[in-house]
Structures are given as C-alpha cells and as structure tokens.
T-cell receptor
Framework: DVKVTQSSRYLVKRTGEKVFLECVQDMDHENMFWYRQDPGLGLRLIYFSYDVKMKEKGDIPEGYSVSREKKERFSLILESASTNQTSMYLC??????????FGQGTRLTVV | AQSVTQLGSHVSVSEGALVLLRCNYSSSVPPYLFWYVQYPNQGLQLLLKYTTGATLVKGINGFEAEFKKSETSFHLTKPSAHMSDAAEYFCAVTSGTYKYIFGTGTRLKVLA
C-alpha cells in the first residue's frame, strides 16, 4: 500500500517563526499536494506539485511556500507563522490515475 | 470550474438504520468522484471512487454510492449503520488531472 508520511503529528510554534512541514511518499507518485483543513471549511488546497521543482498555487497560497527538490518529498513552508495559520495540514500524493493518498496530518498550533 | 456541495454538516442515525450522506457536484467536464472518511486525528482514507463505467460503486466497510449524471449527485449510502461508522465524510471531485476539490464534510454520529 502507498504510504504518505508527514514528519510531525503535532507542532507548536511561536508567531513569527519559520515553520517547515515535511511530507514523504514511497510510491514514486508524480503529484503531491498540501491541504489545510478547518472546521466547516473542509479541505482547501494550498499548493500542489506535478513534478520535481514544479509547483502550482492552489486556492489559499498566501503566507505559504513549497519546495520539491526530490520526487518523494514535498515541503510546506510558513515563512513567518501567524495565529491564523493554526490548523490541520494534510499532505497527499497521486499518480496519473485519479486516486489521492493522504498522510496522517499535522496539527499545527501557532501561539 | 468544479465544486462540491455536501448537504448537512452533521447527520445522526441510530445503529442499524440507513446511512445517507448527500453530495452534489458541479463540473464542466466528466468528473471523477470520491468519498473519503476521516476518523478523529487521522488523515483521509478512500472509501470509494467513480471514474467510468458502472454508476453504482461499492466501497469498503459496506458503503456504496451511485453516480447520477442527470442529478449531478453522488450520494453515499450504507444499509445498516454501525457504531464504528462515526466519523467525518468528505466528497471530492477531480477532472483527472491534479486538482481535487473537496466538500466541507459531513460528521456522522451513530446513536446506540
């Protein structure tokens, strides 16, 4: 089975810190995604990547950036964390077949 | 553009009763449709998907969904609810490329 691993389940960071969320997939998938999940809002796409070093903005990219230097790894970066970025972050990957696999999520709290 | 609407943010059913979670979509191209389930503090797990072919799709844990193009719907059903079905359920659509659009989710509560 495909495994998508997010480096942390829970994180607490201070306002203004630079935060890195890491995601690794083990199935050689071309596509990787970062979503943010908030109650009542569902999942909103922050960024996605369809190849190494390629990225596209999703619906809510402001305040975030991403990096994909290797095919299996997709990092989400909060340049200067703010309290309104407190949320659950979900990473996903997919091949050319329409089926996305999700990691366990990282619950980030910014204080 | 594609979108998904899930009717009812919270649904309660008695154990053994029918589960019906509603999903309507909008898509200008033939859609691929999905239902995912999320247990507390977990990621999303695929329940079932519709790509092409048979419009009645069977998934894991006894769930199924029917793609109705004329109604732009993809409702999720299960004949008999179990306590372990309590979770949040998300409907999603994609045109098959990169972007998956999710609904806002329906939290299912199963009453003993």
């Amino acid at each position: 089975d495909v495994k998508v691993t997010q480096s942390s389940r829970y994180l607490v960071k201070r306002t203004g810190e630079k935060v890195f969320l890491e995601c690794v997939q083990d199935m050689d998938h071309e596509n990787m995604f970062w979503y943010r999940q908030d109650p009542g809002l569902g999942l909103r796409l922050i960024y996605f990547s369809y190849d190494v070093k390629m990225k596209e903005k999703g619906d809510i990219p402001e305040g975030y950036s991403v990096s994909r230097e290797k095919k299996e790894r997709f990092s989400l970066i909060l340049e200067s964390a703010s309290t309104n970025q407190t949320s659950m972050y979900l990473c996903a990957s997919s091949s050319t077949a329409p089926k996305a696999f999700f990691g366990q999520g990282t619950r980030l709290t910014v204080v | 553009a594609q979108s998904v609407t899930q009717l009812g943010s919270h649904v309660s059913v008695s154990e053994g009763a029918l589960v019906l979670l509603r999903c309507n979509y909008s898509s200008s191209v033939p859609p691929y449709l999905f239902w995912y389930v999320q247990y507390p503090n977990q990621g999303l797990q695929l329940l079932l998907k519709y790509t092409t072919g048979a419009t009645l799709v069977k998934g894991i844990n006894g769930f199924e969904a029917e793609f109705k193009k004329s109604e732009t719907s993809f409702h999720l059903t299960k004949p008999s609810a179990h306590m372990s079905d309590a979770a949040e359920y998300f409907c999603a659509v994609t045109s098959g490329t990169y972007k998956y659009i999710f609904g806002t989710g329906t939290r299912l509560k199963v009453l003993a």
